[in-house]
């Protein structure tokens, strides 16, 4: 099973902008640890001088856990169909109206990020700061 975060972390850069990171372009349930290792095994750095996306999420402790990565696309799908807001009224997981970044990337400037306003997946540049909420699987 997958657990979602009760909180975003923030908004962060993916990271390795205009860098291909072999390896981390898988959308499936159950890749995003990987895609998230395969990003800071790269040493991916921002742009701004700031933490890539995939390092916050690996550095994350919530509720005494410390084993959260960023949710590859299809991950993030399956949080928005299951806790989040789309077509309901009912959002228990407090999610934004808004995109969250994902650990799958599309080519070496952009990755997949999810729309929780309208449900869409959308490939935004890796420079541009996106919303992150990690998750964990047990």
């Given at each position: 099973g997958?657990?979602?975060a009760i909180d975003d972390l923030g908004h962060f850069e993916w990271g390795c902008f205009?860098?291909?990171?072999?390896?981390a372009?898988?959308?499936a349930i159950g890749i995003g640890?990987?895609?998230t290792m395969d990003i800071v095994s790269q040493g991916c750095v921002t742009e701004n001088g700031g933490i890539t996306a995939?390092?916050?999420a690996l550095d994350a402790e919530v509720n005494g856990y410390s084993d959260w990565y960023l949710p590859s696309k299809d991950e993030l799908y399956e949080i928005l169909s299951t806790i989040g807001n789309?077509?309901?009224e009912v959002d228990i997981g407090g999610f934004s109206n808004t995109h969250y970044r994902s650990s799958?990337?599309?080519a070496t400037a952009s990755a997949w990020n999810v729309s929780f306003d309208n449900g869409l997946a959308y490939n935004s540049w890796k420079n541009n700061p996106v919303r992150?909420?990690?998750?964990?699987s047990f």
């Open positions: 997958l657990v979602a205009f860098e291909n990171v072999s390896g372009d898988g959308q640890y990987q895609n995939a390092q916050v789309v077509g309901s799958s990337e599309v992150v909420r990690v998750i964990r």
